[in-house]
């Protein structure tokens, strides 16, 4: 097979900000994914290769799908959440899949997207937190909620993030009330915003004369990376069918492990 046509292209929105660069880089250095362009707010028009110190890079950054003339891509999306439910909309009307990491979604904004991926039988992955870490944070936390009765979410994010409490803490909350057999609201959310922080989130359980924490800290948005090109992948390979746990794409049997082991 020619790996230059079996390459899945990719357009990533928010590609020059803090995840979207990384996760774009990511795409141009993966061997079986082609980097079709990116979209952002501010640097529409301008060169890629020049704002990531590359020559000879022939991207210039579009600010709609329309920029691309592409039968078909998978949109990975890290923007906002009020520009982002259009155009993750107008992608699976196109036949685009979808990986979308933009959190803060109203309920329904995700019903109206879930909805439309059946419709347009499309794949979509629409994930909170696309770190492996996170992500057994969480199973770990479900298996201990089996034997706490109480337990609380702290999570810490740099000044500039929208959301307050996060898409990855909210998530956790479900899980937990779920286990504990509550609602989710009965779990309490600390939220802070500080300089100095990435993506943090401690979920501690307490008992009788005992304390369990569970810690998860992201230093660095390459910790999204791995989880993304899985999605990614798997997007392409399902229709009709939107995931929100990155579980359900680690696990399945269409997942390349080995790509995704930390
Ligand atoms: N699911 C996960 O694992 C995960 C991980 C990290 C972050 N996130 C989420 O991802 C989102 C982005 O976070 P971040 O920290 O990377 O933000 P950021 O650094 O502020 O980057 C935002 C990006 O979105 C672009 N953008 C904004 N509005 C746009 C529009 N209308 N059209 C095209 N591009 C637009 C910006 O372009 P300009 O540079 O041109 O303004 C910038 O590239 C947030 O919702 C955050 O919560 C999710």
């Known amino acids: 097979m020619d790996t230059e046509t079996a390459r899945i292209p990719v357009v990533v929105a928010g590609i020059t900000g ?38 000879a890079f022939p991207w210039v950054l ?20 009020e520009t982002a439910l259009p155009r993750l ?5 196109r036949g685009w ?18 909805n439309c991926v059946v419709r347009c039988g499309v794949g979509a992955a629409v994930i909170a937190n696309f770190s492996l870490g996170a992500w057994v944070a969480e199973r770990l936390a479900a298996e201990a909620s089996r034997y706490f009765a109480t337990a609380e979410i702290l999570e810490g994010h740099h000044v500039t993030k929208r959301d307050r409490p996060s898409g990855t803490a909210r998530a956790m909350a479900e899980t937990l009330g779920q286990r ?53 992948r798997w997007v392409c390979r399902v229709e009709g069918r ?7 794409i680690l696990d399945s049997e269409a997942a390349p492990h080995e790509d995704v082991r930390l």
């Open 89 to 93: 909309l107008e992608a699976a009307e």
């Open 180 to 232: 504990m057999k509550r609602s989710p609201d009965d779990i309490p959310v600390h939220s802070l915003r500080l300089p100095g922080m990435v993506a943090h989130q401690t979920v501690v359980f307490g008992s009788q004369g005992q304390l369990l924490s569970i810690r998860h800290d992201v230093h660095d948005r390459t910790a999204y990376v791995d989880g993304v090109l899985a999605a990614i």
């Open 18 to 55: 803090k995840t979207g660069s990384a996760v774009g880089r990511a795409v141009y250095q993966a061997p079986d994914l082609a980097l079709a362009g990116g979209l952002s707010r501010n640097h529409a028009g301008e060169n890629l290769g020049a704002l990531w110190g590359i020559e």
């Open 97 to 114: 899949d979808i990986v979308a990491g933009t959190t803060g979604f109203s309920a329904e904004g995700r019903v109206e997207l879930a």
């Open 242 to 248: 939107m995931v929100t746990d990155l579980g359900e």
């Open 62 to 81: 579009g600010d709609t799908l329309g920029a691309f003339n592409l039968p078909h891509a998978v949109l990975v999306d890290f923007t906002e959440p």
